[in-house]
RNA sequence: CGGGGCGUAGCGCAGCCCGGUUAGCGCACCUGCCUUGGGAGCAGGGGGUCGGUGGUUCAAAUCCACUCGCCCCGACCA
């Protein structure tokens, strides 16, 4: 491809709303350009990036015996009722009418529609296992899209739906997909982690993330060095580090107008690890008194799981039930139900006094207090790992893809169901498996990049190998790289040459930023000696080799490189 | 949805607090000359509903009200 007939728009500056590093360089070298807030317009370059990994998305699905189908994206609202989702998500959800007034919505996913058309076609046990996949536009209505195209309102996703007769036959094909999508990240150059996950909404009991480590990701995930324990917090377990036992006496100290652990414990100069933090929530049984230990955080989503949805108490509630105000609550003495984190099993603490102004020191599990025991802290650097005890590490990260055992969740509600062998009608066995291209590409140049600019791994760059000519209107300079350009695509290589008149400052500039791993670059200078340079974009190494071996050397060292 | 910030030429910004000729700078763009190994130089030039609406005023980019858009933090995130 030429330069020339190509629309690669570049910008000096960055446009002043992008932030992350990879939204920054799309959009300066070109790749992409924002319509309005979470939609884009993927350019010519960026457009090729896409397609490149969507090619090895194909490729390793269709390896693995998924085969490609197509969907509407615009859906008929019974089917989303049919699984209650219709109600469960709000605004996420783009809704609309058509001209007879029936209610539609866009498709944020094809959990629906995938088994609508299973529970329709598929009779016999005979017809399963089948996996079915697609590369397609979703669309949801995002809270707060962000970060260029890591979190947009419309955007392409690889999603695939496993349908099985049995438990192992979706575990089987759970792991096939786990085994491809290790491929396929791996093929496209990326650093990641698989990591146990929150089915949340989707339900089923097993998930996955993909995770690509980058400081511009939305999730924070723990990993272990030692034993390989990774998960995303969402559900990470870990054990904070027990503190050395006090050994107070059980006795009040005067704390006037202390309320928080961080007031008290700057206070009475005690580090917030040996303070218990009681905190008083209202669940639908009920108020629960909840403690965890200073340093925690109390995660949400695992005591939700314990006792249903909650919201802490108002200020009159903590009063009413417990006769004191907030901040001088201890767990000593009452009724309710109490749950505390393991962490608070053993070492002696201090905690509200339950009585104003005053807090006790000398706490006692067992002693002075008797709950249930649970894990409800969110796991944080310097905690331990549950598998092996050795210190975790907390790491951001970027989800690229995730998998999830449905189960019968939506083959129930649609009524996907199959004759097996014994004559039993049953329903069907699903999973669902999705991957972001755009953010694949995202996460490549957030770990591939330096202060010129993008760095593409091989696999998914816009082009193989840029061709430089620095003065166009030289006849040798252009013989050249014309047949250099020739050779190499003959070769099976996607070439760009930069056919502009313009000064060198600007080519290497524009193709350092741009990002395609090797350059080949033609000045006058060299070539009077018959050489040209060959140059790692990647490294910036440059090497002079001579003009006869110019296309063997070229393919070799692009071969060397990844 | 809560909190914060920003809207002035394609991009980056100044001007606004303290209202007053023709709204300015750098880059980009066009023409010519010149130059050609890391975003050159000189000369000339084009490009603006100052996000929008309403108000205050003799006079509004500037003050006030409302509104729209974009970004960031949080909540949310099949």
Not at 163 to 188: M, P, S, V, W
Not at 241 to 261: F, I, L, M, N, S
Request: proline share 4%; hydrophobic share 40%; charged share 25%.
């Amino acid at each position: 491809m030429r330069f020339s007939n190509l629309f690669i728009p570049t910008m000096r500056e960055v446009p002043s709303e992008a932030e992350v590093v990879s939204h920054r360089l799309m959009l300066r070298a070109g790749y992409v350009r924002q319509l309005a807030s979470g939609l884009y317009i993927f350019l010519p370059l960026g457009w090729r990036v896409l397609n490149r990994i969507n090619k090895i998305l194909k490729e390793e699905m269709e390896a693995m015996g998924a085969q490609e189908i197509s969907m509407p994206i615009l859906h008929p609202s019974e089917i989303w009722q049919q699984t209650g989702r219709w109600y469960e998500i709000k605004d996420e959800m783009f809704r609309l009418k058509d001209r007879t007034g029936r209610d539609m919505c866009l498709g944020m996913t094809h959990e629906e529609i995938m088994t609508w058309l299973a529970a329709k076609e598929i009779r016999s046990y005979r017809q399963l296992p089948q996996i079915w996949y697609q590369i397609q536009t979703k669309l949801r209505d995002e809270a707060r899209p962000k970060s260029g195209i890591l979190r947009t309102r419309e955007f392409i996703m690889k999603d695939s739906y496993s349908f099985d007769i049995d438990e192992q036959g979706l575990e089987k094909n759970y792991k096939l997909h786990a085994d491809t999508y290790h491929k396929i990240f791996k093929r496209c150059g990326l650093n990641f982690y698989q990591v146990e996950s929150d089915p949340g909404m989707m339900g089923g009991a097993t998930a996955h993330e993909f995770m690509a480590p980058s400081p511009a990701g939305e999730d924070d995930i723990v990993l272990c060095n030692k034993c390989g324990y990774v998960a995303n917090v969402e559900v990470a377990r870990s054990v904070s580090q027990a503190t050395k036992d006090a050994g107070w006496e059980y006795e009040e100290v005067h704390t006037p107008q202390k309320r928080t652990v961080k007031e008290v414990s700057e206070f009475l100069g005690i580090e917030s690890a040996y303070f218990i933090k009681s905190l008083l929530l209202m669940a639908a049984e009920g108020p629960v008194f909840v403690l965890i230990r200073g340093d925690q955080e109390l995660h949400e989503k695992k005591l939700s799981k314990i006792i249903g949805p909650f919201r802490t108490a108002l200020k009159e509630e903590v009063l009413s039930l417990l006769g004191v105000s907030a901040g001088f609550i201890g767990p000593m003495g009452h009724k309710l139900r109490i749950l505390a984190d393991h962490a608070l099993k053993e070492g002696t603490y201090i905690s509200g006094a339950n009585k104003i102004d005053f807090h006790t020191k000398g706490i006692k599990a067992r002693v002075h207090f008797n709950p249930e025991w649970h894990d409800l802290h969110t796991a944080k650097k310097g905690d331990l790992c549950p598998e092996c005890n050795a210190l975790i590490n907390i790491e951001k990260c970027i989800e690229i893809g995730n998998i999830f055992k449905l189960g019968t969740k939506y083959s129930l509600p649609l009524n996907a169901v199959f004759l097996d062998r014994d004559g039993q009608e049953k329903p069907m066995i699903m999973g669902s498996y999705g991957i972001g291209p755009a953010r694949i590409a995202a996460a490549a140049i957030e770990q591939n990049y330096d202060n010129d600019g993008i760095i593409w791994p091989k696999s998914i760059a816009p082009f193989d190998i840029e061709i430089i000519p620095l003065n166009i209107n030289d006849k040798k300079t252009i013989d050249i790289s014309t047949s250099l350009y020739e050779m190499l695509s003959a070769n099976g290589l996607d070439v760009l040459i930069d056919d502009r008149d313009e000064r060198p400052g600007v080519k290497f500039k524009d193709s350092d930023l741009i990002g395609v791993p090797l350059h080949v670059i033609l000045g006058e200078k060299a070539l009077k000696d018959d050489m040209v340079e060959i140059k790692v974009r990647r490294t910036k190494e440059t090497k002079r080799v001579p003009v006869f071996d110019i296309v063997k050397k070229t393919i070799e060292i692009f071969n060397a490189i990844y």
